[in-house]
């Protein structure tokens, strides 16, 4: 690995984000030097390869990435996302196997737990694994699974026995099919796969945590990973919409006048520098709390990303109505943001699902 500022790499390769969306992949030459600069589970323990990044650390890195591509931010939430719960509920064994290889980008990783019927209600998952002696088979499509196209390992969320369970399955393995997804409404570098399992059989020590704990324990660390990742990479987004705006506004003189001299642009403008601020601020609290373990971390990181999803989606919106015709081109950022941050306010949670967790929080909550 080598030593490189988050803010620099994503600097580098911002100009080429938009033919990355165009082409719907994110280069796999890309994918390398993400996990050679040590971007990869760079919140893991240095014992394990990682690089033993704060979570205030984790979060500008997610921000630095977010606010040029999604998908080059959702490469690192996924990947530590499986790393955060194999380092949570994984066996010594487990541990030592999988997360330095994780760390490294030797292995990438594939978080499978939607299915057609099981998206916000988890429990709801159809997809089974039957003990068969010292093996486990799996049956059952997973959909929407990020970088599903290049992983080599999925952590898969299943029912076994009435109980759920969470496997980690080899993508090499007969009967395991990713189909690669295309055209969606967002993200669409994030080489997005459909996957099937097909009879597919794994050892029993591919089992990440007792049986009953897959849900509730095992998808619910690694979820809270993702939530507070793409709450980051969301104030990414709206920053750099915001950036985008502000430097249209200034520039464009229209009438002999410029966009920044009208009163309703610069409202448009501090709605969203407000919006923006408060994203980040909670995102900050997020980090805060989950670095010091703090009972309120898991809540302050669904306010996090709650608000921080929303606040991209509107600054991107007033983004692109300050920029007008220049918002809708092929390439704009803003249009590409617009379209990633409807997809923000579903994954990890939607709007509705963190409204109901918030309200929960509410009503134990003291100033």
Not at 286 to 315: I, M, N, Q, S
Request: glycine letters at 12%; aromatic letters at 6%; a neutral charge.
């Amino acid at each position: 690995m080598t030593t490189v500022d988050s803010a620099a790499f994503a600097a580098a390769v911002r100009r080429e984000a938009a033919d990355w969306d165009a082409r719907g992949a994110l280069p796999a030459e890309v994918v390398k030097a993400v996990a050679h600069a040590g971007f990869l589970a760079a919140d893991l323990p240095a014992t394990f390869g990682g690089g033993d990044r704060t979570q205030a650390d984790l979060g500008q890195l997610c921000a630095d990435f977010g606010g040029v591509c999604s998908a080059l931010r959702a490469l690192v939430t996924v990947q530590g996302m499986v790393a955060a719960a194999v380092l949570r509920w994984g066996t010594a064994g487990q541990r030592a196997h999988w997360l330095p290889a994780l760390a490294r980008g030797d292995v990438l990783a594939g978080f499978a737990a939607t299915e057609a019927g099981a998206g916000s209600d988890l429990s709801a998952v159809t997809t089974s694994a039957e003990r068969e002696g010292g093996q486990v088979r799996l049956r059952g499509r997973k959909l929407w699974v990020t970088f599903g196209q290049l992983a080599d390992v999925f952590l898969v969320l299943v029912g076994c026995a009435g109980r759920p369970v969470a496997v980690l399955v080899e993508a090499d393995r007969p009967g395991t099919v990713a189909e690669p997804v295309r055209g969606q409404l967002g993200m669409r570098a994030a080489r997005l796969a459909h996957v099937r399992f097909d009879g597919v059989l794994v050892p029993a020590e591919n089992l990440l945590a007792p049986p009953g704990f897959g849900l509730s324990h095992v998808a619910a660390t690694a979820l809270d990973h993702g939530r507070f990742t793409v709450a980051w990479g969301c104030v990414g987004m709206a920053e750099a919409c915001l950036r985008a705006a502000a430097e249209h506004a200034s520039d464009r003189v229209q009438g002999g006048v410029r966009l920044a001299g009208h009163q309703t642009v610069r409202a448009l403008l501090g709605r969203s520098l407000a919006d923006t601020s408060a994203a980040r601020g909670l995102c900050a609290r997020a980090a805060a709390l989950r670095e010091t373990g703090d009972p309120e971390a898991v809540a302050g990181t669904v306010l996090a990303k709650y608000v921080a999803a929303r606040a991209a989606a509107a600054v991107a919106d007033r983004a692109g109505q300050v920029l007008g015709a220049a918002g809708c081109a092929e390439d704009s950022l803003v249009g590409r943001f617009f379209r990633d941050a409807k997809v923000m306010r579903i994954i990890e949670g939607t709007d509705e699902v963190a409204e109901q967790q918030l309200g929960e929080y509410a009503l134990r909550w003291r100033p």
